[in-house]
């Protein structure tokens, strides 16, 4: 398997806190992605980054901010969250070299109560 | 909103049967791929198709690729009861900013 982590696995917060997902790899690849996945949606990308500082919005992006300082970690936050962003949220990791095989994380849980 | 779309949302089949599933997608792409998605887990990739092919075989999956009607479908031939998931397609945009995106899903049911 890939060296991909995501943490938190689960996590119950209160709609209005900030919250901090971390995708961390161990593949020094180039590109990550973190998506959420709803029923009916499919997965949808929230945010992306093509290297260390560059990143670049997805298509539902509103919500959310993510950083990525080095190279093997990358976050997304919720600033305030809301009960719609109760969701399921991946991250994936993508290298330019290769068949741009996308390798993801095990998922985390988020409920915004 | 998203660049690929599978077609159908769901389809159960019997053991042993070919199960045919469908992806449409809007603008120009580099490649396509497929993944693949147990429940509650992380997607898993199945096959890479590039925008100058027209059919790919990994094994019992067939993949081609119509980019004059921006469509591609997923074959997997003798299905069987493991092969029950979720199957997305996915494009990217090729370029230094690697924008992968992925449509809805078809869930796979097979019947044992």
């Known amino acids: 398997d890939a060296g991909i982590t995501q943490s938190p696995r689960h996590k119950v917060t209160e709609t209005g806190t900030p919250v901090t997902l971390r995708c961390h790899q161990t593949e020094n690849h180039r590109y990550m992605y973190w998506y959420r996945q709803d029923p009916g949606h499919g997965l949808r990308l929230i945010h992306y980054?093509?290297?260390?500082?560059?990143?670049d919005k997805g298509e539902v992006s509103d919500g959310y901010s993510v950083s990525r300082s080095k190279t093997e970690d990358f976050l997304l936050t919720l600033e305030s969250a809301t009960s719609s962003q109760t969701s399921v949220y991946f991250c994936?990791?993508?290298?330019?070299?290769?068949?741009?095989?996308?390798?993801f994380g095990q998922g985390t849980r988020l409920t915004v109560v | 909103s998203q660049q690929g779309e599978e077609d159908p949302q769901a389809l159960s089949i019997q053991e042993g049967e070919n199960a045919t599933m469908n992806c449409s997608y809007k603008?120009?792409?580099?490649?396509l791929q497929w993944y693949r998605q147990n429940s509650g887990r992380g997607l898993v990739h199945l096959i890479l198709i590039r925008s100058n092919e027209r059919e790919k075989h990994s094994g019992r999956l067939r993949v081609t690729l119509d980019t004059s009607k921006k469509s591609s479908s997923l074959l997997i031939t003798a299905s069987r009861a493991a092969d029950t998931a979720s199957y997305f397609c996915a494009t990217d945009s090729g370029g230094s900013n690697y924008k992968l995106t992925f449509g809805k899903g078809t869930l796979l049911t097979v019947n044992p």
């Open positions: 980054s093509y290297g260390v500082k560059d990143t």
């Open positions: 994936a990791i993508t290298s330019e070299t290769g068949v741009y095989e996308a390798f």
């Open positions: 603008t120009s792409i580099n490649n």
